[in-house]
């Protein structure tokens, strides 16, 4: 039973670049959202989709960051010209909705991206 | 606008003593809190969870309570152990809105002496 798997575990970019960060859920999970984790900082939402469909991306800026999680494959988080503030721990967490009370998300391992 | 606080950033206990970290949220449709643990370079874990018809959730340790009326709740964790130390993040969900949008707190960092 493979947990969330996001990869790469570390990325560099130089700014202007771009960074493609990419997460697979737990098996039989159709739901996926994204954080973001600053320095010293608390777990920040950014967006919460489901296959195919954005469901609330009230935490994602609104220039140069965009997510997807197609049908088939991983769903990724693309920053494009990343700049020396998208440094940050970004994590993915999975969910299976089903209408227990006690639903939980399961996290990724994170991808710490640095910027140069 | 921060809907779940946790005021304190840090926290330090000694081995075997209780462990109490505090969560304050502010939307009263938050209907259901979990908290997290988290290591340096791991992702969170699930610890444990509580609805709001209930007012206290216990497993082994780790005990959460909740007060909806001061929209505060709280983790205890007896007796602490030095693997207890760790980031801890509450988090706040309104689950009758049917998004399943969940809302981290700041978290505080526990350390447990020994």
């Known amino acids: 039973n493979a947990g969330v798997m996001q990869n790469p575990r570390h990325l560099v970019r130089r700014r202007g670049q771009e960074a493609r960060l990419r997460c697979s859920p737990m098996?039989?999970?159709?739901?996926v959202y994204w954080y973001r984790q600053l320095p010293e900082e608390g777990l920040k939402f950014m967006v919460y989709?489901?296959?195919?469909?954005?469901?609330?991306e009230s935490g994602m800026p609104k220039e140069r960051f965009s997510a997807e999680f197609p049908k088939e494959g991983p769903s990724i988080l693309r920053i494009q010209q990343v700049v020396r503030g998208d440094s940050a721990a970004y994590f993915c967490?999975?969910?299976?909705?089903?209408?227990?009370?006690?639903?939980?998300?399961?996290f990724g391992s994170g991808t710490q991206l640095s910027v140069l | 606008d921060q809907q779940v606080k946790q005021n304190s950033p840090s926290l330090s206990v000694q081995e075997g003593r209780i462990s109490i970290l505090n969560c304050d949220y502010t939307?009263?449709?938050?209907?259901?809190f979990l908290w997290y643990k988290k290591y340096p370079a791991e992702g969170p874990t699930f610890l444990i969870s509580?609805?709001?018809?209930?007012d206290k959730n216990e497993d082994g340790r780790f005990t959460v309570f909740l007060n909806k009326s001061a929209k505060h709740l709280s983790l205890h964790i007896v007796p602490s152990q030095p693997g207890d130390s760790a980031v801890y993040f509450c988090?706040?969900?309104?689950?009758?809105?049917?998004?399943?949008?969940?809302?981290f707190g700041t978290g505080t960092r526990l350390k447990v002496l020994a």
């Open positions: 509580i609805s709001s018809i209930k």
């Open positions: 988090a706040a969900s309104a689950t009758t809105s049917g998004t399943y949008k969940y809302i």
């Open positions: 098996k039989g999970h159709s739901h």
């Open positions: 967490a999975s969910y299976k909705t089903g209408g227990a009370t006690n639903e939980k998300l399961f």
């Open positions: 939307n009263s449709m938050f209907d259901y």
């Open positions: 989709l489901q296959k195919e469909n954005i469901i609330d």
